[in-house]
């Protein structure tokens, strides 16, 4: 809340020229306008200043309306240096001493004043007002004696002598009985004016007196004033105001918003009250109510830039972006040097998505004042959001070289430098900002999950249990810590299989249904107990001996598995704003996909080399003709080998056991979710069949807005007009919509459709239906000609008055996934089909176009499946890199700038418009390309649980 003060006076110009006058008219339009600042720069900006004891006094007055009580004091004297019988000077000194809580040096200024200008030709008001000033107590004597005086002097009062009047003589003449009378009163009323006149100005003292508390911090000593003026009846307004004020800084704001209220019912148009009242409301919370006072105060003012700035910032913390924008905009053009203003506004526009104008206005913010640390954050936050890291650190250093023990800004550089895969350097960041503020929250959760992902368990669960034991208040900590009880959980678990073989991490199979649903949704671990097991704890010397990884040691084949997985990971990387390039993704990336092509090779070369022996059996047979209604192999169950099959052909063991267990597509995408798991574990990448039975018949899905609220989400932005135009058409060919109840609402009028047709907002769709809604987009089968398939859904919900969450989402029902799986199925046994084949293809280049295509059928019912709660995209491309180099085809090519290739099959109908859509950018780039069948052997190099972390983890 800002200091406030009681001050007055009149500004007064002098100069000569036309450009002085220009400017003197440009400083009286700007106190008009009450831009104090504004006219303090003119002021100073004369070059008669110096000179001129008026223009001292005049930036005196503008300096008191900010209550900086030095600057005035310093003015005053300059003009009294320049001229000694200057009063404003005297006047204006007193008042600022006197709000500094320094009253008798106030009142020997004002005498002072008053002696020297006396007997000087001057301005006889503030001569008279100095006087009363000076002589107050000695008034407010003579006020009491006043009556007994007015009794002794008037004849008309019966003395009990009843002596006649003596009438004077002289050349004076005689004054009758009613003259004198008339005399008298005249004398009564003069003096009752004068007391009138000094007992208002007492009543100004006092409030100036607790102001000058209250701007002095001493908040208890000001109420006292303010409560003894209240219950004197005087001045009750403004002392209401200033108690209430007082009980604001101490943090009473109850106290503080009943005395505001008293003060606007004794006078509405008390702007200070509204204002006030505004302000404490929005100290309890954000809320409507703040928004109510504070335009009732522009009512009364609607030029304040102080108040435009309060309202604008209660708007951006309600997330009503576009009021905080047009607010704040106001304000800076009132007074365009408020630093904390253009911040906000730099705030605000980001969270709605405008990023280039919220760049600008923080970088205004920093033209004022470059040691503005808060808009160097904040300008650093909006660099990371963009992925701008290089940006981000910069303003990140500048801000620390600023203030060394800013914890906000070493909890930045911790998330930045963990979001691009820096996990050992975030914690060196974080450790700092904990040695500074121990019980920091953010940090400890942040540092244990930093130690988490480098499989420092004991660690990671030392921060975690700081987060879970400390005592929490707000809604964001409550998250916080439960998030800390969920990851301490896999940090134990994962604690565990340290050194076990990698195949034994296995989240979706081990945790248990309720705890991965509780994880998903951020639920409190309150509703697991009591039937939730805990994992073990680190007490366990077994546990505890294993439960940190020891850095990587490289062998001649992990660092070539490494060089190789690092070039190819790469591909996946968006070029989209909001994704940062984060290199322990991108190492994981290629591991797993090379891991997916050594397995899939693998199978696929002794299934075809079985199948080879399983024809030349039938061949020897002569005498018995082929039988074409034999039985076609399975590429998901037994295969060739299995007990049921007649004509096994003999395999070794370790064959023989590969055939027997199959490879589906479910367990080809598993290796990449398990690298995904392993590569960030505060991600909840689960399979959404593995929740419970419960949850999954309910459709547990998956939520990924455009918009969401005011705020155009950074990374998914960008194909909000195409999903917009998709659920338009789907619309207006379906005529009709689904309700939050999953009801459908009609929508065949002529003039609904039209209207929708022509929609160009979320709100022009919105109020033709009325409701929250839904619509699900097509995804045609291959594997059933006919058949279409729910894609996703395209939700658009009402969040408040003007604002909408337009997004995705995808149930995982049970009907959804069979109808997918069969799906699936389908492609993943042509492609095995395809890639057996391969050898007797009188034209390989068809051949290989089949499997190309294959491989992208895969990838487009995958991403329209959506079978993860996390993670579904990185999974998916993932593994299509690791299907194209398991056919012999490496994919050279970068995603192109702006193209989200999960998105891409989204809003894709069928399968050809996403292959036309991919096609051009990603085919041209394959080449044939055997040279990973030389590498090591991913799952052998790296087969414990510790080794995999360890090469996520090692330095880049």
């Not at 203030?403 to 691009?420: E, P, Q, T, V």
């Not at 974080?430 to 920091?440: A, K, Q, V």
């Amino acid at each position: 809340m800002p200091r406030w003060g009681v001050m007055g006076g009149h500004i007064q110009g002098m100069g000569k020229g036309d450009d002085q006058s220009r400017v003197l008219r440009e400083i009286a339009e700007s106190c008009k306008q009450q831009q104090w600042s504004v006219a303090i720069r003119l002021l100073t900006s004369l070059p008669t200043l110096s000179s001129s004891a008026i223009l001292f006094c005049n930036r005196a007055l503008c300096y008191s309306k900010l209550e900086l009580y030095k600057h005035i004091v310093k003015d005053c004297d300059m003009a009294l240096a320049l001229s000694p019988c200057t009063l404003q000077a005297y006047l204006y000194k007193g008042q600022a001493l006197a709000a500094m809580g320094k009253h008798q040096e106030s009142v020997e200024v004002w005498r002072k004043g008053y002696e020297i200008c006396a007997g000087q030709p001057t301005d006889l008001q503030l001569l008279l007002q100095l006087h009363s000033l000076v002589t107050q107590e000695s008034l407010s004597s003579e006020k009491e004696n006043t009556s007994s005086e007015t009794v002794a002097t008037n004849p008309s009062k019966d003395t009990g002598k009843n002596q006649p009047v003596e009438k004077p003589s002289g050349n004076c003449g005689t004054l009758s009985f009613a003259a004198i009378t008339d005399k008298e009163e005249k004398l009564q009323e003069k003096k009752e004016t004068s007391q009138g006149h000094v007992r208002r100005l007492s009543v100004e003292l006092r409030l100036a007196r607790g102001i000058s508390e209250v701007n002095s911090g001493k908040y208890e000593k000001a109420v006292d004033i303010f409560t003894q003026l209240i219950k004197d009846d005087l001045g009750s307004t403004s002392a209401l105001i200033g108690r209430g004020t007082a009980y604001a800084f101490q943090r009473k704001l109850d106290l503080a918003i009943a005395d505001f209220s008293k003060a606007i019912e004794l006078d509405p148009t008390a702007l200070e009250a509204w204002k006030r009242r505004g302000q404490a409301r929005a100290a309890i919370a954000p809320s409507l109510d703040a928004i109510s006072d504070l335009s009732e105060a522009l009512k009364l003012d609607g030029k304040s830039p102080e108040t435009l700035n309060e309202r604008g910032v209660v708007y951006y913390k309600l997330k009503d972006y576009l009021s905080a924008v047009d607010d704040l905009r106001a304000c800076v053009a009132l007074d365009s040097s408020n630093k904390y203003a253009y911040n906000y506004l730099g705030l605000a526009l980001t969270a709605a998505g405008e990023y280039v104008d919220g760049l600008a206005a923080h970088y205004k913010a920093l033209e004022l004042d470059s040691s503005f640390k808060e808009a160097w954050t904040h300008l650093a936050q909006s660099y990371k959001e963009l992925a701008d890291s290089a940006k981000a650190m910069e303003c990140l250093r500048k801000v620390l070289t600023l203030d060394a023990k800013y914890i906000h800004a070493y909890r930045l550089m911790g998330l930045l430098l963990l979001s691009l895969g820096d996990h050992r350097g975030a914690i060196k960041e974080l450790t700092i900002g904990l040695e500074m503020d121990p019980s920091n929250k953010d940090c400890h959760y942040l540092r244990g999950s930093c130690f988490h992902a480098i499989g420092n368990y004991k660690d990671a669960v030392k921060d975690y249990d700081a987060v879970i034991d400390a005592e929490v208040q707000t809604i964001e900590n409550r998250i916080v810590q439960s998030l800390s009880f969920y990851q301490r959980e896999i940090a134990l678990y994962s604690a565990m299989r340290t050194n076990m073989p990698f195949n034994y991490f296995n989240l979706d199979g081990d945790l248990e249904p309720v705890f991965k649903e509780a994880w998903c949704k951020r639920l409190s671990p309150v509703a697991l107990f009591p039937s939730y097991a805990r994992q073990p704890q680190l007490k366990d010397p077994v546990i505890a001996r294993s439960s940190k990884i020891d850095d990587l040691a490289l062998t001649k084949a992990k660092k070539t598995l490494i060089e190789a997985a690092d070039r190819l990971g790469q591909l996946i990387q968006y070029n989209c704003p909001g994704f940062l390039r984060n290199v322990r993704q991108h190492r994981m990336a290629g591991l797993a996909a090379i891991e997916i092509a050594q397995r899939v090779a693998n199978y696929l070369r002794v299934l075809r080399e079985a199948k080879k022996v399983q024809e030349m059996s039938i061949m020897e047979k002569e005498q018995k003709p082929r039988d074409e209604s034999m039985e076609e192999i399975s590429h998901n169950r037994g295969g060739v080998c299995s007990s049921s099959n007649a004509f096994s052909p003999p395999c070794s063991c370790h064959e023989e056991a590969l055939l027997n267990q199959g490879l589906s597509w479910r367990d080809v995408y598993t290796i990449a979710v398990k690298w995904r798991q392993i590569s960030e574990p505060c991600d909840p990448v689960v399979w959404v069949d593995k929740l419970s039975e419960k949850e999954f018949a309910a459709g547990f899905g998956s939520h990924t807005p455009m918009l969401l609220g005011q705020s155009k989400i950074v990374r998914y932005y960008s194909n909000f007009p195409r999903a917009f135009g998709v659920a338009k058409k789907i619309i207006l060919e379906e005529r009709q919509v689904f309700n939050a109840a999953n009801k459908p609402v009609d929508l065949s009028d002529p003039m609904q459709l039209l209207a929708i047709d022509s929609a160009a907002t979320c709100k022009e769709v919105y109020d033709v239906v009325g409701q929250d809604f839904w619509i699900v987009t097509p995804c045609h089968s291959t594997a059933s000609s006919g058949k279409v398939l729910d894609g996703t859904r395209l939700t658009l919900q009402k969040l408040g008055l003007n604002s909408y969450d337009f997004s995705i989402r995808t149930p995982g029902t049970p009907q959804r996934w069979a109808e997918y799986d069969r799906e699936m199925t389908a492609a993943w046994e042509e492609y095995c089909k395809l890639y057996c084949g391969r050898s007797k293809a009188s034209n390989k280049s068809k051949q290989m176009k089949q499997l190309q295509e294959c491989i992208l059928r895969l990838s487009y019912y995958w991403y329209n499946f959506m079978p993860l709660a996390r993670g579904t995209a990185v999974v998916g491309y993932v593994t299509l890199l690791g299907l194209f180099l398991a056919a012999e085809m490496e994919v050279s090519a970068s995603i192109p700038e702006g193209v989200q290739v999960d998105w891409e099959a989204i809003l894709s109908p069928d399968l050809q418009t996403f292959m036309q859509s991919v096609r051009p950018w990603l085919l041209p780039s394959l080449s044939r390309d055997t040279s990973w069948q030389s590498l090591p052997n991913v799952s052998e190099t790296f087969s414990t649980l510790s080794s995999v972390v360890g090469v996520l983890s090692s330095h880049y």
